[in-house]
């Protein structure tokens, strides 16, 4: 992997709260200076696609906890898409997947991603889940027809785990996300299997990676 490579595999993310316009111009140009992506709060998506054009936007929708009506995340996916979003994280409901309810899991993210002509990640909160629940929640987003799950919204505890992204990665391509900070953790991340990573480091990890190749 080389300096390139490494910065097209990473979101660069801002999702907190208090995130205002001016952190996400500060995102989109540190991600249009590196070369990486750039994940941000909906809010914002058509600002961003007009201030930064060249720089490929993922948002989230349902976010944080996925609990939103399936209509209402749905909508709020073609709103981003129109927008100008390239790519959606939409988090799955993890209440009805803990509850047995299998089919209204996958028949919510089926709808949503028919509904969108870009690539969908579901994230799949792996902080939340026992390993039989990462497995199910793999396979209904597959069945779902997603491109990507990822591990982690950040607002739970903990975050992404060497072990969650191999169990993943068996399903589908997988961005891990969630206490990423360097490009040590992101290497054991990529070597697990990930073929993305979402962080608010994004600058830290390419600087790291310079640092150790010099």
Not at 72 to 89: F, I, P, S, T, Y
Not at 111 to 132: G, Q, Y
Not at 172 to 194: E, N, Q
Request: hydrophobic fraction near 45%; charge should be negative.
């Amino acid at each position: 992997m080389d300096r390139a490579d490494l910065a097209a595999s990473i979101d660069h993310t801002v999702l907190g709260p208090e995130t205002a316009v001016e952190d996400v111009e500060r995102v989109l140009d540190e991600a249009t200076e590196y070369g990486m992506n750039a994940c941000i709060p909906p809010c914002y998506v058509a600002e961003a696609e007009e201030y930064a054009p060249g720089v490929t936007l993922a948002t989230v929708v349902g976010f944080p906890h996925g609990q939103h009506d399936p209509a209402v995340k749905r909508d709020e996916a073609v709103q981003a898409w129109e927008d100008g979003a390239d790519e959606l994280d939409v988090v799955i409901n993890v209440g009805r997947l803990q509850a047995g309810e299998d089919d209204a899991v996958r028949d919510e993210l089926a709808e949503l991603i028919a509904a969108v002509p870009v690539p969908v990640k579901v994230i799949i909160e792996t902080a939340l889940l026992s390993d039989e629940e990462k497995h199910r929640a793999c396979e209904l987003a597959k069945e779902a027809d997603a491109d990507m799950v990822k591990t982690s919204t950040g607002f739970a505890d903990g975050g992404a785990e060497v072990e969650d992204v191999e169990l993943m990665s068996e399903y589908l391509p997988v961005k891990a996300s969630g206490g990423i900070g360097s490009w040590a953790k992101a290497r054991r991340m990529f070597d697990a299997g990930a073929e993305r990573i979402g962080a608010s480091s994004g600058v830290e990890i390419v600087e790291d990676f310079l640092d150790s190749e010099a």
